[in-house]
Nanobody, 129 residues
Framework: QLQLEEFGGALVEPGGSLTLSCLGSGATMAYYAIGWFRQAPGKEREGVTCISATGGGKTYADSVKGRFTIHRQRGGSSVDLELNNLKPEDTGVYYC??????????????????????WGQGTQVTVSS
């Protein structure tokens, strides 16, 4: 059974950059769409970006387009999220999650958390001067 773990959260100044990694174990990540979600204090969880099982499909929330990039590492053991030009409103706990092709029901990507049934524990990103 696939298990996920996030790494890379940190305190960074506005305008800075960071790379988060989502490592999979127990099963190959190659059969799942992988999404990144975040939750700020007092706010609901929101979808940030996701990548299809093949890596050919990517979706980004409007708030991060042009600043964040998701990609799969060769070998399929991790999915990285590059965060650039960070803003204070990017602060939150970042989670990666996996959605099987069966749960996606014909979709290849989705920012809807209800499609995802395997979640990591999260990593904290704080953007502050």
């Amino acid at each position: 059974q696939l298990q996920l773990e996030e790494f890379g959260g940190a305190l960074v100044e506005p305008g800075g950059s960071l790379t988060l990694s989502c490592l999979g174990s127990g099963a190959t990540m190659a059969y799942y769409a992988i999404g990144w979600f975040r939750q700020a204090p007092g706010k609901e969880r929101e979808g940030v970006t996701c990548i299809s099982a093949t890596g050919g499909g990517k979706t980004y929330a409007d708030s991060v387009k042009g600043r964040f990039t998701i990609h799969r590492q060769r070998g399929g053991s991790s999915v990285d999220l590059e965060l650039n030009n960070l803003k204070p409103e990017d602060t939150g706990v970042y989670y990666c999650a996996a959605a099987s092709l069966a749960r996606l029901g014909g979709k290849v990507t989705s920012l809807d958390a209800t499609y995802y049934d395997t979640w990591g524990q999260g990593t904290q990103v704080t953007v502050s001067s």
